[in-house]
């Protein structure tokens, strides 16, 4: 499946990402690379262009998109800008959980405006679930909640948390229960609570536009209605999250891709040696042709689970993994092959391509590192046998 197929509501809203991403953006990344942390001005951009309310119910405020807004966004944002994509996806997966599954008295209570703020942008969300000794293995999280009186008080330490120091509230998970994914529950977190701090930011390989950080959650309170979904269901309702999350990571594979594509074409095209183009030379182009099998491949690949997981397909797990996985192996050798094609200078900062490398990795790692999400792939096929 290819862009154009796509219905005309999702070309304008890339075509106006695409805009907020090269004009508004563009002219602030070399700073925000430099110094390396979270800019507050590049999170008022997204707010403005309304990009922080796509998956809040309309009710809510929200523009009520599903997973092919989400998708075209990301697409286009990392194309510029792969950094500007984290700020959203965190906040999208923590205001999900929220919205799928904060129901009964807190319904009337604090999600309404916590939603009505996500959607503004003016209540920025994380999502805090890996620990220093539990990421792949989530099910072993040791942050602990405990129910004390009307309230529950959660303690524990969380490590890379997108977003971290810089979010209002905080989706948390932990153990509420006995040992394994069963006993863990997902709570809502404001961040001037007392007790809950940002201890540290990561020093990253890539992604230097995100804030990166330890978050400790100290003896902190929170009243019982902060429970998100059932109790000890924790785990269940961050998986289908992350079912939705994976086609994020892929999505901001494949801007990268693209964008390193569109760099090398452009590069190719005025850089000569020995009297001629370098694109006149089949090494290089040769390189550009792959890159681009690549770039059409995955977009066909993520279109199709996106498009699965629109449809309510059984399938649509499996492809979401598959999607994520693909994406990013892509995006690896794509954006180091367009590095190769600007020689020395992809190596250095005047080009865009030495900074997709250093950010195609991390979608190697998180959302399920894809040695995780092969044997997700696999179980899907062998169930209890793979196990
Ligand atoms: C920049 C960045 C942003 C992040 N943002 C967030 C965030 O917002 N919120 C959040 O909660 N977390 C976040 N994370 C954490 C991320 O999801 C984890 O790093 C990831 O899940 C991997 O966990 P780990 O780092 O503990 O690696 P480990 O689980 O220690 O894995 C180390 C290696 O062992 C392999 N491995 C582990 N178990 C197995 C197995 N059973 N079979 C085969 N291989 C295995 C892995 O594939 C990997 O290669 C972020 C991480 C980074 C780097």
Redesign the pocket.
Known sequence: MRRSDLADEFADLAAMTRDVATEKIGPMIAETEIAATFNPEIRAVLATAGLFGLVVPENHGGAAGDVRHQVIVLEELARVYPSAC?YLT?HWLATKLIALNATGPAEAGWVRPLLAGAAEGTALG?????EPD????LGGVVTRARRDGDDWVISGT???????GFADFYTVLARTGGPGSRGLSLFMVESDRPGVRATRW?R?MG?HG?A?AEMTFDEVRVPADHLVGEVDRGFRHLMRGFDEGRLGVAAMCLGIAQGALDAAVEYASVRTQFGREIAGYQGVQFLVADMAIGVHTTRSILYDAMNAFVAGDPEASRLAAVAKTYASDVAMKVASDAVQVHGGAGYVTDFPVEMFLRDAK?GQ????????LR?VIARTYFGDLAR
């Open positions: 984290t965190a994380a999502i805090a679930v890996t539990h990421g792949s293995d969380k490590r890379f948390i997108t977003n971290g990561e990253k992604l995100s990166t991390i790692i998180y959302e399920g590192t894809n040695q995780i044997m």
